[in-house]
């Protein structure tokens, strides 16, 4: 089993970003958040330990040191227990003010294990158009501090694609985040969501997106530089040094179940499915009158339904998928195997994926780029 807790909150919006989160100020952010975020634990917890925990955002670090101590202690009383060797992942900003106050030295007395560090950019121009709060150097530093502070296992995000960047910048970027002794990196292409500041800049007529192939070509760049730094590519998005890839999106990636609590959050239990709302004062007002929070979407799927969607999530990582083994691990599969085999083999033979051991297949780094169409002949 494994958790995902979710802060919706951050101090600013970013101008790409479209994800739910709150701008506010810290002050403004519920002083019960942390209690009620494990209330909700307790309520939906359905037994066991954990493999993975995960604290993601929004920016967990709006709730401050004290906050997360509070929200450390009360998970723990709530009944979270960890595995030995679990991996615990905090979600970070790197501006000065987001991870200074003891909130490092805070993390790791908690037990988390591994930061993941929202940078974007090692460019100053492209941060500031970016709307991110941080420039270059402070991202360097934050890093550093995360390592003096006895973190080891730090990863960053990167966006291809953001205003202002060009190939000459992207390629800076990746080579100073090659530099910086990082243990992962995701390397995201930007897409322009409906609603940010970037799709009305875009309308607007300030900016031009970059075009598919620009952008295609700076995510192969990004596979070249960092392949060249040892990072190996064991996801579309995702790159890491020999075993630190992240254990918790690989654990949802091939199928195991994760709980997720905090508005907005995502779970996976058996055959439930279940969003929160992402209304955070609904998923507030619901805990404090004693009830689950609401949701937005809740379903109970078929065996079959449920053994596809698992199925099909596999074919992102470089591991690739095996219909045969998959079935044997998942009974209710069997009757998909057959199909699966035939639609691998279909896409191998026009190159979208390729046959990487017998009865296993991967995409192959054209399948990656159309990884969404192939996942769709799947279906
Ligand atoms: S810090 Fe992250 S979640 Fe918050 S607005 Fe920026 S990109 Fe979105």
Redesign the pocket.
């Known amino acids: 089993m494994n958790l995902y807790a979710h802060t919706p909150f ?5 101008a ?4 739910p ?1 709150a ?1 506010m100020a810290a002050g403004d952010i519920p002083a019960d958040f942390p209690e009620l975020l494990a209330k909700e634990f307790s309520m939906r917890w359905p037994g066991g330990r954990f493999s993975t925990v995960y604290f993601g ?3 967990p670090s709006m709730l401050g040191a004290g906050g997360l101590a509070r929200l450390g202690l009360a998970l723990r009383r709530a009944g979270l227990e960890t595995i030995r060797g679990a991996e615990w992942t905090v ?1 970070l ?1 790197p501006a000065p003010g987001l991870i200074g106050g003891g909130v490092l030295g805070t993390l790791a007395d908690m037990g988390a294990n591994r930061l993941s560090f ?1 940078v ?1 950019s090692l460019d100053d121009g492209v941060l500031a158009m970016a ?3 941080h420039t270059a150097a402070e991202a360097v530093a934050a890093v550093s501090a995360a390592r003096a502070a006895g973190f080891a296992n730090i990863g960053i995000d990167l966006i291809a694609g953001l205003p202002g960047d060009d190939e000459c910048k992207w390629r800076a970027t990746l080579a100073k985040a090659a530099d910086m002794g990082l243990k992962h990196m995701s390397v995201y292409a930007l897409t322009v969501e409906p609603g940010t500041a970037l799709a009305r800049l875009a309308a607007g007529g300030g900016w031009t997106p970059c075009a598919d192939g620009e952008l295609l070509d700076r995510l192969s760049i990004a596979e070249e530089t960092l392949a060249g730094a040892g990072f190996r590519r064991y996801e579309i998005s995702n790159y890491a040094a020999e075993g630190f890839e992240c254990r918790h999106n690989l654990a949802c990636w091939r199928g195991e179940d994760y709980l997720g609590i905090g508005p907005g959050a995502a779970s996976r239990i058996a055959l439930a499915r279940r969003a929160n709302s992402a209304d955070w004062r609904a998923w507030r007002e619901g805990l404090l009158a004693g009830r689950t929070p609401p949701a937005d979407n809740e379903e109970e799927l078929q065996p079959a339904d449920d053994a596809e969607e698992r199925f099909i999530f596999g074919l992102r990582m470089a591991e690739g998928v095996s219909p045969d083994a998959f079935a044997r691990l998942h009974p209710t599969a069997a009757p998909l195997a057959g199909r699966w085999r035939k639609a691998l083999a279909g896409l191998a033979a026009n190159g979208i994926a390729a046959e990487t051991a017998p009865g296993r297949w991967a995409l192959t780094p054209r399948g990656r780029e159309v990884a969404d169409s192939a996942i769709e002949a799947l279906l």
Do not use: I, V
């Open positions: 951050c101090a600013s919006k970013c790409y970003c479209a994800l989160s701008a955002g929004g920016t979600e900003n929202g974007q709307g991110r709060r």
